[in-house]
């Protein structure tokens, strides 16, 4: 998600924005900008760069934009649920972007349609559509605040009006969102490498229950929440940011390489070299090798050109052992004892398939480290996770893991080395939400109807 | 380049051993199959995966087929020059691919149009056809070395016909081919990663002036030329290779990394941090970073999703500060000395810009160790390069190239150093082609019109 | 549009039925179908062609659909006005697609709004919608029949739920819509020319002010409004329907045929040859051409290649004579009185274009008979015309017309000629409305804010 | 086929051109540009919309051009084979385009092959540049009129150097080839309804046999071949050309509704109604009505939009009714007895399909009455036919016929009706070719390897 007030090429620098925070979302992709007096749209299912030519970008007009990239799990695809969504009224438009999950949408709707609204898409920004609109038809900070207090869930939202820009963050910041500044406007992200890329500055993060509002007056604040204990979503740091991100001034690629340093203490081995799992596990790979004195080596290549309109390999081939993702470096692989480093198991399948993959490229033993605590438990705020069937750490004790996916041992990180990791200073507020690891869930969970999220 | 002998799935097994060796080519893609009794072809401008889809695949019948991914420099870019090239007779048809350059080729099309032929292409490949014509209707082993001979230049060759496949190499082993087996079948790659990614296993490489013929009667060897001391291409492990292919019995990762030990052995520097840039010089800086101790981080992130349907940054936007290709990670950069790792400075451009990028985001200093030699003068060989006019080695000091690319201090691997990472045992006849860094050219140069290069 | 009920193949089907009626909409097409418990949908802009492909019909599972080819003039052309609109509620689905135009649509989306109602299009469409929700959750006969109550203007509506299909004229009957039978099953469209092509039988016409209601229950009819005389559009005959299609019982081609026996009557003249402008006059040329004795000849062709991709010639290439649309025919044309009926003339700047185009190909004498009377007020009810001021016949008498067009002679075809030629019975009910030609307006026009018309 | 001299917009004409004569061939398209020093080229396989869009015209510049569209049989379809063919030497560069089927093109290819020659395609053209080539380095007239003697065949050339463009046209002038101006340019195109889409004037048409010449010195004719009576293929004017064209000074149009009143006159039949088949028999209907007195009437529509893109009935829907290219107006049709008008009967499935379509829609009679003769004989002059064994009037007689297509009664027009219809003056050399009817072929048929036609 990405957002900028007061820049003669807002949409412009969305594009740019987005581009950095692709790895989002890459079922869709859209940008309304506001010119003033109405707001434009465009958006589609597909990548960004399929979604937008420089014609699109050239439409969306005026000094102000959101954008957003889109991420479907088991949910809709359709063009229908590719935000921002745009809402026209005769006293005026509003676009809203939004990342997380309500948790009580389905309860929220069900009321709603029982006075008469009509709902267009089953996404949860629509929703915040129809409470705001509750509150009268012009839309006030005010109005928002009361719609953001009937939600209950881990969220960010950008809205947009013709003359203000609002950003809020749910009460436990489980969800991040970043503002900066790019010369004299601001610009809000869902990561800090959306600043890098297109040249603005970081400039804060906006705090659990806060909603701020950007306009002409410049940026304003409020709380339209009690403000709780951080509880920022542990799996944006082991795996979903980018490395080069800082999320609640803590960098990932750092956070990582601390994770595989703590990982190194925690569970060493005898071995040859260390290998990570590209792209995600080469931070913590280099800091379990820098810990541990082992060398550090690309044991396994990710092949970059595996893009949509690539033809899948039949059954056949597959047995015949093509496979495309990831390849084993023999050279580096053959006759080692290898430690592989992962961010994290969920099913497990792919961790059978890796630790197959370097054994037929000659290793001796491999041993399947995890930079992160087994995932027990499913995720009610976002995060894309199997139900807890799936869940091979819900299942199965340590032997059982390492048996079933083929390893000579299996290590986990703990949850207090994955906080060390992370946490730099408790009193900056920076605390992480760990449930699906330890299924302490800071939002009440209501396992009825929780359905729909949206990245 | 990829082909293939006695699968029942030729074509489909070529498509993904072209996958494989995509980075060799982006800019075309063919593949050109034999059922015993006539031959197919399917090719295109663009990547594999956009010229492919499953159709296409299946009408390649047959057991045999050849692939090519294009590479394309200055020259032509038009469908005509995408190879495989495809050529019908009365008498038979055959199929040519190639790699390199052929030094000599304007003088020999001369004296064929002399003679009355006619060219649809520009490409050297074409002019195989036309020479081994000159042998006689039918295609023979004695025509193809008879046809090889006449050329000057580096090169490999895979040519097929109805019931055999060729694949030939110049005299001094320039450009690299290996000889695979996958069940009963043979396979041949530019390079192993092919082998790997297909689940086939490596057999040998093809020796300096050998032509292979592959046909019912099994694989047999002869010589078209004296065998000379094999010169494999430097900058096929400096930087075009990837690094999970072994060339010539040496993997391409592990002589980059050490070409990052001999360069810390050569070059050390005080400093906090050593980074490397994605994708082809992350070996190197590993290496360096283990010689010297200093901890390796990713202080450069590659962004993934800079395709083709991209929309560049306009002139305004870059000013802004717009970078799309290469992120720099602040919270690793801010406040340190920093190594920064480069295969390789053609003309300088790009470090400039890397050196200013990492400056920006805070770097005290910035250190450039490149892990080859510098390039001073052009490659008549096939890989696209500058002309001697802008590259920036033959034309300034050290000192000069440290100030025009703003660093703190630069230093490259020496010749011998790189020789020493490359060439484990030269009794098998590892010898390379430096001729780029040194000026020792080991086929004569003709410098009149050695004007195409398709790899 | 295009309805089907109890089918096995109901979205293919559907395919067919719009691809009859493509003429009546090429800026967007979609289908939606319901399996008796879930609604899928699927649209885009674009010719049906470019919409559907097989993957998309076979997703558009079960036993009914409706179907919309979109029809943009100066509104709205994004993806979201494409038909059929689906909203989804927790109580159940519903799909609406229309034709026409809602006169009061500015006001009641007003009151909605003021009611809290949220609207994503400004399609009268959504309107309905809401209208219908407003009279319960549960979408029944009589929620539509209050909603449709509600109404002024010229429409037709398809509705489906998930397991009833709802069809409706407006009070007038001002556009058409027809019952047919395809085995079982009961299908529903805008012209009759669709039931031919799928082999459809034609049942009968819905008439004005009733609401069918199609189901497992058969066919049940009810009247929503009084009703009033029949007032059908006149330039559905005129131009806007296929000439197979038979509309309120009267076939479009013999009442153009008669138009033109009409028009000869009224307004003959000495010539050689009579030609019409393709393809809508070419009907009308005939009967002139019979009832005068007169030869009629092809002097006009229409380029049948002129499509959307096609590269439009610049002003330098018009200049220089370069003309896409219609060729005339030199042979026919060069030295002859030629009589050149076309259907109706508008702002007069095709007439303009085209009588210059035969006097240049060597017509010695144009004499221009339109086979429809003057248009000299704007259309309400759905049909796209220009403003009165843009109106050729609104502002200048038949010498001005004459002059300013370039012809020998003009004449029109009286409003007593053009009922005579279309209206066959009227104690059959086959009244129509030809406001646009005489000022009589059916149904009270609100010049305020009558802006939105699809079709 | 369409070519131009001297003409700054000579690249944007040519497409114009080639717009006229879509019809001809709808398999692929291109354009070859001279600017005097260099050729250029572009072209692909589609319809001239799809594979030309502003940029690629734009690229092509240069006063000179020729274009081509392609009409594929039963032969390639691939890119190679589209036209124009181009060729580079270190002496010059020369693009060919042809319509028409070379006969003795299997041997010429043997024997060029035997001398070393290489060909990329099957096409005919390909074999004149390298009989052109046999004759010199320098492309002259000479040369071509020397290679054109080898050819035995139906053919129109079109052949560009940097600084000529040269027009052909076979020995017996089968094949169609005219001459215009536009301004100061000369333009060459198949048919004339080119020449006045672009605003040009007819000049005169190439004669059997002769060779013309243009360059900045103007236009320049030769005589490569003794000339014959010229043969002009009769099917030109039956269904092949456009109405508006003229063929050899006889309009289209007229030559077919001159069919029609011959037929008439040799076939009358009493009944209600005369209707054709669209688009190509319309005229021939209008021509039969206006002889007999009975009213022409639109009996059959022809669908508009069925596309490449467009999703074909399966034989479920077929069974069902679903007919996509014709519907039958049922209005007209019902209860009456129809003269059925169409162009040709070449295998009779087509006729089956339509007489059976009127016979359902409710025809009491259907009389089937044909243009021109029964087609008995093959062509080898570049019309895509059946085989004789395909050809229904080769192995049927008339009652058989009228049997098998379902109709009540079936007449053809007699050859000597279709030369009256056609030539209206013998002493300017207007004779035809009506081989495929009457087996009298004006060039000698050698049945061995008459193989590849392209149009």
Partial sequence: MF??????????ITYYGLHATQHRGQEGAGIASSDGTSLKLHKNVGLLNDVFERAELEQLTGEAAVGHVHYVSHHDTGYENVQPHLFNSQSGSIALAHSGNIMNAHDLRGELEDEGSIFHTRADTE???????????????????????????????????????????????????????????????????AFDLIGATFE???????????????????????????????????????????????????????MGIELAKEAPIEADVVTGVPDSSISAAIGYAEETGLPYEMGLIKNRYVGRTFIKPSQEMREQGVKMKLSPVRGIIEGKRVVMIDDSIVRGTTSIRIVKMLKDAGAK??????????IKNPCYYGIDMST?????????DMDAICDSIGADSVAYLSPEGLEKAIVKDKTINQGICNAC???????????????????
């Avoid at 033993?365 to 087994?374: G, K, Q």
């Avoid at 939002?443 to 729909?452: A, E, L, Q, R």
């Fill in 3 to 12: 957002g900028i007030w007061g820049h003669k090429k807002a949409a412009e």
């Fill in 127 to 193: 929703l915040l559509a129809h409470l705001i609109r509750r509150h009268g038809k012009k839309v006030t900070e005010e109005g928002i605040a009361s719609a953001l207090r009937m939600l209950t869930g881990a969220y960010t939202f950008l809205i947009m009006t013709e003359n203000k820009l609002f950003a809020a963050v749910d009460p436990f910041g489980i969800r991040p969102l970043s503002i900066g500044r790019i010369g004299n406007s601001y610009v809000v992200a869902s990561e800090t490498c």
């Fill in 204 to 258: 804060r993060e906006i705090l659990p229950g806060e909603l701020v509002t950007i306009s002409g007056a410049g940026l304003e604040s409020t709380r339209f929440a009690m403000r709780e204990q951080r509880h920022l979503c542990a799996m944006e740091y082991v795996y979903f940011s980018r490395p080069d991100s800082d999320l609640n001034y803590v960098n990932v690629h750092a956070s990582r390489k601390r």
């Fill in 365 to 374: 033993e491999v041993h399947v480290r995890i930079a992160s605590p087994p």
């Fill in 388 to 396: 807890r069937e799936e869940l091979i750490a819900a299942n199965k």
């Fill in 437 to 455: 690891m330890t299924g302490n869930y800071p939002v009440k969970v209501n396992t009825g109807h929780t359905t729909y999220l949206t990245n």
